[in-house]
């Protein structure tokens, strides 16, 4: 009796702190991922910036994105820098920053 009750305690511990995440809004992701990228934290802010893309509901996809590909960028794993330049690349073509997208996008293929 004893153990069940044990059991069950923690199963409602465990319930309690589940639903104490928070969710943030996508621009709200945005600003912590631009925080996190500014302190050199890349690897958190390339998950944030890969969610706001993923989300596509937002104006800031292209620049979550381009700031994703720079994240692995510096982080030096050239092959996902490369990968998310060439989306930016093909998925906004006019966007005044493609042209750095492409450079870089060379840069990874050297490295």
């Known amino acids: 009796m ?3 009750a044990l059991i069950l305690l923690v199963v409602l511990l ?9 969710t943030l809004t996508t621009e709200e992701k945005l600003a912590k991922a631009d925080e996190l990228f500014e302190r050199g ?8 910036y890969g969610d706001v893309y993923f989300e596509r509901q937002s104006a800031s996809s292209a620049r ?3 700031r994703q590909a720079d994240c692995y960028f510096k982080l030096n794993r050239f092959a996902d820098a490369r990968v ?7 998925s906004f073509p006019t ?9 870089r ?4 293929l050297y490295e």
């Open 84 to 90: 998310s330049y060439q989306e930016f690349s093909e």
């Open 105 to 108: 996008y060379a840069v990874c």
């Open 14 to 22: 465990l319930t309690a702190c589940a639903q104490n995440q928070v």
């Open 2 to 4: 004893k153990h069940t």
């Open 95 to 103: 966007h005044p920053e493609v042209g750095t997208a492409v450079f």
């Open 64 to 66: 979550a994105l381009m």
């Open 41 to 48: 934290k890349y690897t958190r802010a390339a998950e944030l």
